[in-house]
């Protein structure tokens, strides 16, 4: 899939040009070749259409649309890791553009997409220092929104390392009958498994955690855990991750994790039904 954003925007800025962000986005990130990071002219400035770069074959486009998505924001920051509760959220923004990295070709490995995720972040950076009119950045395949400013820190300190807290929802919660839960979102777009736990024994803390090694653990060394593999053990079960059928979306295979107990077979469970809409998707 390609690696995708969206900047969600009070208006949309006629000072966010090619030029402009190439510029910035040279003088932010050391590792840009300029060689290799173009803009590319339009075949006529009248057209509607959107701005566009490239670097190398990879091919960067922005475009911009005088109207909001839809969802409802409020409530995509209340359940957002990387919007504080302290922060408004922005829901009288009147614009979004679309911000998409593309590489020629069908078959991209993940580390590709780690690649292109990071090209994306480092363009959606520099917007945010070029164009004072992005009110929040929102990654759809992690259904999350990032303040602005705490994103463009977060890229200069931390790329070209993966910036996995941006990139990927870490959600943990107990569900209506008080069973932990947790499971991420946008790691899709890296090219890997999202990771499922139904059922967890473990704290809330744990399972955050495990679900932030194993994330981790996918980013260093690609697509490697196999249907039924065993992820270790506690002191209670050993953990098996399957193959499975997502207990959020059926038609998604994420990376169930189970508990098994010495001597069961790991089956994957079926979750609970979810109490409300974002039931999953808590600030813990």
Do not use: C
Request: aromatic residues 6%; without cysteine.
């Amino acid at each position: 899939m390609p690696s995708l954003a969206m900047l969600f925007q009070s208006h949309l800025d006629p000072a966010l040009t090619g030029e402009r962000l190439r510029e910035q986005m040279l003088a932010d990130f050391a590792d840009l070749d300029p060689a290799l990071l173009t803009v590319d002219p339009a075949e006529n400035p009248s057209d509607d259409r959107p701005l566009s770069l490239s670097y190398g074959d990879t091919m960067i486009a922005l475009m911009g649309i005088p109207a909001t998505v839809g969802d409802d924001l409020a409530a995509i920051a209340q359940y957002s890791r990387l919007w504080p509760d302290t922060v408004p959220a922005p829901t009288d923004y009147s614009a979004h553009t679309i911000v998409t990295v593309m590489r020629p070709g069908e078959d991209t490995t993940h580390t590709d997409a780690i690649d292109d995720a990071t090209l994306l972040s480092k363009v959606i950076a520099s917007a945010v220092a070029v164009s004072e009119s992005v009110v929040a950045v929102y990654f759809g395949s992690a259904d999350h929104v990032v303040v602005p400013k705490l994103f463009r820190d977060l890229a200069i300190e931390t790329l070209p390392d993966p910036i996995l807290p941006a990139w990927v929802a870490l959600n943990v919660a107990p569900r209506a009958d008080g069973v932990m839960t947790g499971h991420t979102r946008g790691m899709d777009m890296l090219g890997l498994m999202d990771i499922e736990i139904v059922e967890s024994p473990e704290s809330a803390e744990d399972t955050f955690a495990r679900l932030a090694n194993i994330s981790i653990y996918q980013l260093q060394n690609g697509p490697v855990i196999g249907d039924g593999h065993s992820l270790g053990a506690t002191e209670d079960a050993e953990l098996f991750a399957m193959h499975a059928p997502s207990a959020l979306n059926p038609d998604k295979t994420v990376l169930q994790l189970t508990f098994a107990s010495d001597g069961e077979q790991p089956v994957a469970p079926t979750a609970a039904e979810p109490t409300r809409k974002r039931g999953w998707f808590r600030k813990k």
